[in-house]
């Protein structure tokens, strides 16, 4: 069979085994259309079925979550957890808490992981999780409680060497923490089966930092093979959480200037800089809107309109908040305004229409699932720490995250020029992370 007739079946049998679920189809569409050269090369994936298995999930869990909120009612929710692919390692992805998840979300977002983990180069699987459930305006207490109830459930399905969960939107230090308390207490083991834990129960440093800053040493990379840097130019960063929050700190310190920083609700904007410390202040510790920074800051402008921050005139643009929140219209604008280079935080930001305006523009364009790698890369290296039972220092951590960056952008420069797409960074992160993935696979069988 001709490889693109492959794809197209391998596709049409996705979405009718997976209806409903659009972002879980957009993800392995866009992956399927750039494997056809290796596909065309490796005839022996397909007589193996490796296409076709790595698009259904080893297993995904479904499970009741009911809790108990401040007033006394009684709450449900629903939690998941995709255990995709295993055959580079156990299952590791993050767990998303937002009012919008469903299972398609959470496909997509394991779907992606299975490469981008295979990119890294350690051995590390591909999973995710998370719930329906929204931590935004509940208290300390109830949080504790649903994360109680949560893991009540899926301790059964996790392990230090079977599935590590990990932070992703809505989860942070303090879920974890209750995560890994409740965990502890079911099972008695003291071990690293999540990761982004805090410093004083077995967190690594630099996790906290490694999404942000691992981007920013990818679109370092980037940038340098077009012999530019980063000092000077003016950035924009959407979303003002883990991700975004630190890959302003990583450019600051290179010398460019972050203008505008957004939530859902709006954005600010300042052409003089954003102040990061106010933004901490604001979204770390009291947990509220962005446009809260402008009563520290009263030269700041609010916009009450978080797509807005396309149309801001800038030399980069670092998406960092969620799927499919740059799309055609403002990828145009982007480039009318003479930006240069677009390095994905968050996973998925950029509609399929929005990538083709960056390509066809000749517009540095970093895929999410080589240049968000960092953080998954370090919460593994956190896994390595505990298993040692030792501690290396931020140093020591940030010097390996800006290696295993180096080396994502090395091998999917390398795999798009073999492959010829050179240049293209989207296809050689799919090509590179997926050669990984299937040879592993061929070589365990049919399982
Ligand atoms: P956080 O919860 O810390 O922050 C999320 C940010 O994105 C907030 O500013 C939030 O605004 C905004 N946001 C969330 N949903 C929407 C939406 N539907 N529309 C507009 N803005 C939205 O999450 P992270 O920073 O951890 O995650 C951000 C992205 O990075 C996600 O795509 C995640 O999958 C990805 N990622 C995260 C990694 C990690 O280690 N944490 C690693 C790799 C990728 P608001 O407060 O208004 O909701
Ligand atoms: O999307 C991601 O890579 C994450 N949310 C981080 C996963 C992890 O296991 O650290």
Known sequence: MESQELMTEIMEQVTKRNPGEPLFHQAVQEVLESLEPAIEKHPEFVEAGILNRLVEPERQIIFRVPWVDDQGQVQVNRGFRVQFNSAIGPYKGGMRFHPSVNLGIIKF????????????????GGGKGGSDFDPKGKSNGEVMR?????????????????????????????????????YKRLTGLY?????????????SLTRTEATGYGLVYFLEEMLKAKRQTLAGKTVVISGSGNVAIYA?????????????????????????????DTVKQTK??????????VSCHPSYQYFEDSQ?????????????????????????????????AIAEGANMPSTPEAIKVFQDNNILY?????????????????????????????????????DIMTSIYQQTSRAAWEYGCEGNLAKGANIAGFLKVANAMMAQGVV
């Open 109 to 124: 977002l394991g779907f992606e992981q299975i490469l981008k983990n295979a990119l890294t180069g350690l051995p590390i």
């Open 146 to 182: 649903f994360c109680q109830s949560f893991m009540t459930e899926l301790y059964r399905h996790i392990g230090a060497d079977v599935d590590v969960p990990a932070g992703d939107i809505g989860v942070g230090a303090r879920e974890i923490g209750y995560l890994y308390g409740q």
């Open 191 to 203: 071990n690293g089966v999540l990761t982004g834990k805090g410093l004083t129960y077995g967190g």
């Open 248 to 276: 302003a700190e990583k450019v600051q310190q290179l010398g460019a200037t972050v203008v505008a920083m957004s939530d859902s609700n709006g954005y600010i904007y300042d052409p003089r800089g954003i102040d990061l």
């Open 284 to 293: 770390e510790i009291e947990r509220k809107r962005i446009r809260s920074c």
């Open 308 to 340: 807005g921050i396309w149309s801001i005139k800038c030399d980069i643009a670092l998406p960092c908040a969620t799927q499919n929140e740059l799309d055609e219209e403002s990828a145009l604008k982007l480039v009318a305004n003479g930006v240069i």
């Open 366 to 402: 970093a895929p999410a699932k080589a240049s968000n790698a960092g953080g998954v890369a370090t919460s593994l290296l956190e896994m390595s720490q505990n298993s040692m039972r030792c501690n290396w220092t931020f140093d020591e951590v940030d010097a390996k995250l800006k």
